[in-house]
Structure formats: structure tokens, C-alpha cells
């Protein structure tokens, strides 16, 4: 018995060594992250007077007021050697001259946030420095330049343990003591969002998104970048592992990066309506007004930013339609027809008689006992009530997005 309960004893502490122990600051992301990364436009090419540039248009072009609050520098920012002495992490000299704290200091005079990159395994994807083996150490530096958000990712990492090594570096910024939201980008390869709740506020659920609607995979061969609707059609799934402080993340916005603009409110209403991290990806010191306008749509933002957190499920998908559901915190709902097809396409919806219900969120619209009214949000304009058929056409590649209102 003795011996017996001996082994149960070892059993268990060799289980408890390769549990993940996780300890993430809690509540830094009861809202989807808002803000602006580096990556989708500029790669590696960053420097010091863009990201001062875009703090100071975040300001002046009313991003700021619609929410985005994070700077963020992707990959590309630091030297391609560790200092010889100290083993820290270097700032390019040539690209930030003045160095990341005094770059902290100018985001942060803003009344804005700010962040920075690396990557899990002992390389960035650009073959930077990577943190594996440095993390108290990284955490340590990011710290001492006052970072508010780390955004960590997965390339040269063979032979590593995905969940233990977020875990090791989410300890390792809580410890160094200053409240950084963690932002796991591993691609959804090892599913995080089953196990990375406790260790971060978000997570990448797909691979890398490009500025392309629908990708021709076979066409391409080779290594691509997702089209939106490969993306969208990946999330079906993932809305019960979402909610306030931990996030699935379909990757950052490339709305102004070149797909037509029914395809960029496409996109950006589908980001709203799955509660995703809104962080621009765009040339903000090139942006047009159309790209503006989505960007800041103040009720789109809304449905994105709700306090319940509920991300969308997909209700129902045939002709080329997709229908979209999303509860909201006060009893609305937010609804989103998408057309997929090159042509636009009549859609007739009774509200009274489709069976809108979840069980998961145990939340179901019961049109037949509510008269909701049916706020459109890209022509914020109010257009009827659930209390009759929808008729609508939905032009090609773009939505139909509404708030249905208690
Ligand atoms: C990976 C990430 C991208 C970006 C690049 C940088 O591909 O998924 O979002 O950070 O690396 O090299």
C-alpha cells in the first residue's frame, strides 16, 4: 500500500513538471485589442518616424477616438546579433537611432500603447535573434522600455513544446512585473485556443492572412498567404473558445491594402462580428477616406467590442451565402449576410420563422415573441423591424450587416 501510494506520489509529480503553469495579467484585454502592426505593409522595412508618424495620425485621423490604441512593431526591429556582453536584445541603431524606450515614451505621450515582436524559437521568421533560452531576460528588457504588448511567434521552433513554451514566456513577463498583453501567434498549429486561455489574451487561430478575398490554393503551389474567405470559413468552429481577456486572433486587418472596398467591409465587418483583435495593417499616412470610414465605423466597432465578448457562429451557409450571428450584451444581436459569389444575390429572410438559436451560448433570437429593429451599419440607416421578411439584394463580395436592436 505504502509502496503503492509511493508511486501514485512520483506519478503525479511527473504529470505536475509537464503541466503548463500559466500566469498571465488578468483583465488587460476584456475588449478585442485595437490597434495598428507593422507587418502587413512595411515587413522588416520599419523605422523610428513611422511609427511616429503613426502615432501622431492615430491622433489627428480620429483612429485613436474610434479605439486603436496599440503601435505595434512586427518583425525586422532589432539587429541580427544579441549584444556580445549582456546577451540583450538590440534595437537597430540605423532604423531607431534613439532606442526603444525613448520610442515608448513619444507612443505613450500620445495617450497611445506600445509593442513589440519576437518569436518563440531561437529565430524570428526573419531570421532575427529569437527569445528560446532568453525569456526571463527578454521579459526583463521589454519591461525596462516600458512595452505594453508582445506579440510572440512560433518559426524556428523544431522540437519545442508549443503550450510550455508560451507558458515560459508568459511567466516570464509576469514576473518581470509590467502589465504586457501577450499575443500568441502560432498559427492555430497546436489549437491554443484549448489550451492557451491562462497564458495569453490572444491567439492566432489561422496562418498568415494576405490582401486577397479568395485564394486559388491549387493555382498558387507553394507557401501563400490565406485569402479572407479561407480565414472565414476556419472560425466556423472556434466562437466557444472566445470571451473577455482571451481571444481568437484571424490575424491583422489588410482593409486599404488593396482588395476592393466591398471586400474590405467584408472583411472588416467579419472581424467585428468574430470579436477578433481589430489591428490594422495599412500605410496609415496613405490611407483614403473609404479606408478611414471602414476602419472607424463607430457601430461596427461596437458589435466588435461588446462587453459580452461573444464571438459569431455561422448559421447557416447555401448559394453562396453566408448568414452570421452574434448575441450582444444588452439582448441585440448582430447579423451578417455575406456573399461569397461574383455576382450579387437576392437573400429573403423571415425572421419570424428561421430558428435562430444557440445552444452553447444558450441565446435564441425569438423573433416571433421580439420586434427587434433592423439597423444597418454600413448605411446607418434604420430599415424596418424583424417583424417582417427581410428582402435585400447583397452586392457581389460584400455584406449585409445589422444590428438587430431590442
Ligand atoms: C509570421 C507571422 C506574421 C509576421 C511574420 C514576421 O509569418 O505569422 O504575422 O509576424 O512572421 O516575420
Known sequence: MRYSLKKMFIAALAICSTTVHAQKFEGLALTPPMGWNSWNTFQTNINEELVKQTADLFVSSGMKDAGYTYIVLDDGWMTMQRDSVTGDLVADPKKFPHGM?????????????????????????????????????????????????????????????????????????????????????????????????NIGQLWRSTGDIGAVFERDTAKDGGWHPNGVMTIVDLQDTLYKYAGPDHWNDPDMLEVGNGMKIGEDRLHFSMWCMFAAPLMAGNDIRKMSKETLAILTNKDAIAIDQDAAGMQAFRYSNKDSIQTWFKPLQNGDWAVCFLNRSTKPQSISFDWKKENVQNEFYKKGLHADAIAYKLYDVWNKKNIGTTAKVLNATVASHDVLMLRLVK
Request: glycine share 10%; net charge positive.
Open 101 to 197: 524606450k525613448a520610442l515608448a515614451d513619444y507612443v505613450h505621450s500620445k495617450g497611445l500603447k506600445f509593442g513589440l515582436y519576437n518569436c518563440a524559437g531561437t529565430k524570428t521568421c526573419a531570421g532575427y535573434p529569437g527569445t528560446h533560452g532568453h525569456e526571463v531576460q527578454d521579459a526583463k528588457l521589454y519591461a525596462s522600455w516600458d512595452i505594453d504588448y508582445l506579440k510572440f511567434d512560433w518559426c524556428y521552433a523544431d522540437g519545442l513544446n508549443a503550450p510550455q513554451s508560451y507558458a515560459a514566456m508568459s511567466k516570464a513577463l509576469h514576473d518581470a512585473g509590467r502589465p504586457i498583453i501577450f499575443s500568441l501567434c502560432e498559427w492555430g498549429s497546436n489549437k491554443p485556443w484549448l489550451w492557451a486561455k
